[in-house]
């Protein structure tokens, strides 16, 4: 919880619903960012949190340490079910532990191998797909890790997308501000795309040249100067830094896009606020992403990096946008619609609830 990604948001509301739902949640965590340690506390408030000790590599997560083995042990034990993030090789030490665990085992999937891309990951695979069997069920957040998990060989796996609170992200009421506003909410990483960012904007101000589309940046990372230089070099730049989630719907609210342009992702938090507040949406077609843009309903796919093509999905919306506000108000409340029917967190949470049942209800039967 040290780290406030996707997964680690998505176990902060999870938590937080269950606990609202009725059920006792115990958050066993390895608290290894000192300066979060009291706003995890903070943040959980009535929800109780136990910190493990920890192993930090040269790079990556850090993982429990082997002193704290047997305090996992015995908070699983006192668990009707476990669900567990599977950031590799943390799996590891549940598979050589499960001997030990008599609950019933769930493996949430908010990242996932990319042995295409590294080497290191290539190596591991084949103990990682060994070690799934570990769990009860596997629970996936795209198709991609469910089709690639269904190809291995599993069949005890739960796909449920990540949910948004459609009652703070609301739809944006229409505005004639004189410019689209083109909203990037994120890490200013070269995975979340910021490189492809830079070029777009580039690309609109110098090859499209209209000069009416603003660009909004809210994100931090090692990207940030380049942001800023490029703030500094066109007007229709604003970089906001770092934005409190609270101040969210009121960004969204004041923007037209949503832009995108991500290398890879689980299932992105940030655009289903974006569409929950009615923003169509210009993505990287890839998993997580396209499972959410609908093309052509609520959204445009684009290949990864393909600047042009990000840059001229833009402009189409600029110019539906331009030519009648009003059908594009009507395509805001048609996302709005889509993102409540499907994506709202009471949705999800019901979901999440079978999924708990359906794992103990198995692991009980096999007991018996």
Known sequence: MS????????ILEVAKRLSARGHRVNVLTTCWNPSARNNVNTIFEDINVVEARYVRFFRGFAVPSMLDLGLFVKAFNESDVVYFYVYPPNELMVWALRYKIRSPLIGGFHTFLAPNRFFLHHIYQPFFKKA????????????YIANKLMDWGYTNIYFIPNGVDTKIFKLREPSNTGFFNVLYAGRLTEDKGADALLGIIRYINEELRIRNIKFTICGFGPFKKFVEEVARKYANVEYLGFVPSEMLPKIYGEADLFLIPSKSEGMPLRLLEAQSCGLPAVGSRIPGISDVIV???TGQLVSVGDVEGFANAVKAYYELWLNSQDKYYELNEAIRAYIVGNYDWNIIMDKIEEMFRKCTNRNDAEKA
């Open 132 to 143: 799934l069997c570990t769990f009860d069920g596997l629970h996936v957040l795209n198709r």
């Open 3 to 10: 780290y406030q990604g996707g997964g680690e948001r998505w």
């Open 295 to 297: 093309g052509g309903r």
